[in-house]
C-alpha cells in the first residue's frame, strides 16, 4: 500500500513538472528570476524550487548577495533545499543577519546530516556573525552532536549574553559528566541572567547533588529572578526545612521574605 502511495505521488509529480514545461511555465519562472524587480526574484526562486529545476541552482546561487532580504533569504532557503547540508556553506562568510523565522526555515529543510560534516559546525560557532553562531546552536541541538560539547563550552565566555544563555540551552542536550560542573564553575563570573539559565539546567537535569550550591546562591546573590528561581528548586528539592528557617533572618529583606514565604504558601 505503501508503495502504492509513493508511486502515485511520484507520477502525480512527474505529471505536473510535464504540464509545468508543456505550458512553458519554466520559461516564465526564469524570466521572474532574471527580472529587476524584488518580488518577482522571489516568485521565480519559489516555483524553481518547488519544481526542482537545478538548472537554476546557479542563478539563484548568485541572489544570495542580494540586496533585498526577502530575496537573500528565500535564495538560501531554495539552496539548502536543492543541496541540502552543503547548501549552508554560505555560512562562513554571511554577514547579514540570519532572522529566527530563517533559521527555523533551514533548520526543517535539513533532514539528514553525514557525521563527517558536523567538523563545519564548529566554524560557525567562531564567527563574527552573532546569528550564525544561534543557528549553529540550534543546529547542534536538533541533530545533537555531542563532539560539540567542548566548543560550546567556550562559548560561556562570549561577550554576547544572549549566545551564553543560547549555549547553556543547547549543553542541556548533549550533556556530559562534566557539564554541571564546567558550569558551576563558571557561575561566579557570569551576569545574572546567565546565572539563571544555570540555575535552570540544574533544574532541568534532576540532579538533587547541588543542594549545597543552592544553599550558597539564597546566601550570596540578590538579584530577585536568581532568588526566585533557587527557591523554587529548593522547594522542589524538598529543603522545605531550610526555606522555612530561611525567613526567620533578621537581615533578610522584605522582598526576599516574601519570595520564600509565597513559594511555602502553594
Known sequence: MIESDQRFVGDAHKTLKEIFHGLKLDDLAWEKLKSSNSYQNVR?????????????????????????PYVYSEAQYSIVRFNGFQGLSFLQSLEKPLSEWQQMRLLQALHNVAESD?????????????????????????????????????????????????????????????????LINSYPLQNEKVKVQIIKFIDRSGNNTQIPFLHSVLENESDIHIY?????????????????KKITDVNLAPEYRQVLQNALSK
Open 44 to 68: 521565480g526562486i519559489q516555483v524553481m524550487t518547488a519544481m526542482n529545476n537545478r538548472d537554476a541552482i546557479g542563478t539563484i546561487t548568485n541572489l544570495l548577495d542580494h540586496y533585498n
Open 118 to 182: 558536523f567538523h563545519v559546525v564548529s566554524k560557525w560557532l567562531i564567527s563574527t556573525n552573532l546569528s550564525v553562531i544561534d543557528f549553529a546552536l540550534a543546529f547542534i541541538r536538533k541533530f545533537r552532536i555531542l563532539t560539540a560539547h567542548d566548543s560550546i563550552v567556550g562559548l560561556l565566555n562570549h561577550n554576547s549574553t544572549d549566545i551564553r544563555i543560547s549555549a547553556i540551552k543547547t549543553l542541556q542536550t548533549i550533556e556530559n559528566q562534566e557539564t554541571l560542573s564546567i
Open 228 to 244: 526566585i528561581n533557587t527557591v523554587k528548586l529548593l522547594k522542589k528539592l524538598n529543603e522545605q526545612e531550610y526555606l522555612t
